[in-house]
C-alpha cells in the first residue's frame, strides 16, 4: 500500500459525459501527479501540482482539467468524453515536486467510456 | 526530448532462472534520473529504485540488481533466481533533472512471467 488513494475505482459512463476522479496523495507530501494508461499510449504524463500550484504539464486534452485543494487532494476532470478516453489514470505523490523525488502511485481508476 | 526503449516486449522464464530486463534512453540533459517501476496483476505502480545520471556504481538490493551504463544509455534490472511472484509488467522511466517540474517518461514495458 503506496498510501495514495484514489476514487473511485471504477469508472462506466457513456461518450459525452464528464466525470472527476479524486486522489488523496501520502501523508505529507506536497506534490501530486496524474497519468493515464492506455493500451495503445502506454502511460503518459497529464499534470503535476505542487502545493496547490500547477508546476508542470504534459500531453494533457483542452478536454481535461485539474486541480489541487489546499487540503492537497487534487481532482482529474474529464469532459465531453470519447471511447478513446477508456484507461487507467493513475495519480502519484511525492515529497516535493523535485525530479528526483521518487513517486508512489494509487491504486488508479479504471474508467470505461461505452 | 527525452525517450526510454523496452525492447523486450515479454518475456517468459522458469521460476529459479535469472533473468535481465533491459533499458535503453535518450536524453539530452547532463542531470537526469532513472527509474525502475514494478506493475503486477493487481494493477498498481511499485516503485523499486532510483538512479541519479553521476552515479554509475551497480546497486544490489536481495535478488535485484541495476546496472547502470552511462557510455550505452542503459540502465538493465537482473533478477536473480525468479519467483512466480516477480511475475508483473516492469517499467523503466526517466525524469529530466534540471528543470522545474517533474514527470516521468516511461517505456513500453517489459511483461515477465514466471512458471513454476
Known amino acids: 500500500d503506496s498510501g495514495v488513494t484514489q476514487t473511485p475505482k471504477h469508472l462506466i459512463t457513456a461518450t459525452g459525459q464528464r466525470v472527476t476522479l479524486r486522489c488523496s496523495p501520502r501523508?505529507?507530501?506536497?506534490?501530486v501527479y496524474w497519468y493515464q494508461q492506455s493500451l495503445d499510449q502506454g502511460l503518459q504524463f497529464l499534470i503535476q501540482?505542487?502545493?496547490?500550484?500547477?508546476?508542470a504539464k504534459g500531453n494533457i486534452l483542452e478536454r481535461f482539467s485539474a486541480q489541487q485543494f489546499p487540503d492537497l487532494h487534487s481532482e482529474l476532470n474529464l469532459s465531453s468524453l470519447e471511447l478513446g478516453d477508456s484507461a487507467l489514470y493513475f495519480c502519484?505523490?511525492?515529497?516535493?515536486?523535485?525530479?528526483?523525488?521518487?513517486?508512489?502511485f494509487g491504486p488508479g481508476t479504471r474508467l470505461t467510456v461505452l | 526530448a527525452q525517450k526510454v526503449t523496452q525492447a523486450q516486449t515479454e518475456i517468459s522464464v522458469v521460476e529459479k532462472e535469472d533473468v535481465t530486463l533491459d533499458c535503453v534512453y535518450e536524453?539530452?540533459?547532463?542531470?537526469?534520473?532513472l527509474f525502475w517501476y514494478k506493475q503486477p496483476p493487481s494493477g498498481e505502480l511499485v516503485f523499486l529504485i532510483r538512479?541519479?545520471?553521476?552515479?554509475?556504481q551497480n546497486e544490489i538490493s536481495g535478488r535485484y540488481s541495476w546496472n547502470f551504463q552511462k557510455s550505452t544509455s542503459s540502465f538493465n534490472f537482473t533478477i536473480t533466481a525468479s519467483q512466480v511472484v516477480d511475475s508483473a509488467v516492469y517499467f523503466c522511466?526517466?525524469?529530466?533533472?534540471?528543470?522545474?517540474?517533474?514527470?516521468?517518461?516511461f517505456g513500453e514495458g517489459t511483461q515477465l512471467t514466471v512458471n513454476p
Open positions: 522511466a526517466l525524469t529530466p533533472g534540471e528543470t522545474s517540474g517533474s514527470r516521468l517518461t
Open positions: 536524453t539530452r540533459d547532463t542531470t537526469y534520473y
Open positions: 538512479r541519479n545520471s553521476f552515479d554509475e
Open positions: 501523508s505529507g507530501d506536497l506534490s
Open positions: 501540482y505542487y502545493n496547490g500550484e500547477e508546476r
Open positions: 502519484a505523490s511525492s515529497a516535493q515536486g523535485n525530479t528526483y523525488n521518487e513517486q508512489f
